[in-house]
């Protein structure tokens, strides 16, 4: 049986936040391919994989130039995120160029940090 490409969490909930933000509820599956061989005994989503979640989801959800990145400002990574964990993504748009991610849940805040795109 061939598996399926399964790349990003469930979007369980989007709620806007104001016009500039919005918050995602996602469902971090066990199913997701970023997991595997990730630490087998103790499975945790890599911070490259929330960055371009954060990076991807920004740019559906938000109105900014869907651009190359150009930097990646104040990033910090506090709390691993794990398989079957339901983690909330906060966008906020600071202008056409940027905007700031935090995931969170009842675990706390598990990373967050600045994306700056290439102005065109």
Not at 33 to 54: E, K, S
Not at 71 to 84: A, C, D, G, M, T
């Amino acid at each position: 049986m061939t598996k399926l490409n399964c790349l990003f969490p469930q979007e369980v909930s989007a709620t806007s936040q104001g016009p500039n933000s919005v918050a995602l509820v996602l469902f971090v599956g066990a199913n997701i391919d970023y997991f595997d061989g990730h630490f087998p005994q103790a499975p945790i989503l890599a911070g490259v994989v929330q960055l371009d979640w954060a990076i991807q989801l920004g740019f559906k959800h938000l109105d900014v130039v869907n651009t190359a990145v150009k930097n990646v400002e104040v990033l910090k990574f506090q709390v691993v995120i794990q398989p079957e964990e339901t983690i909330t993504l906060v966008l906020e748009k600071k202008s056409e160029y940027k905007f700031t991610f935090k995931y969170e849940s009842e675990k706390g805040v598990h990373s967050s940090g600045r994306i700056v795109l290439e102005e065109s």
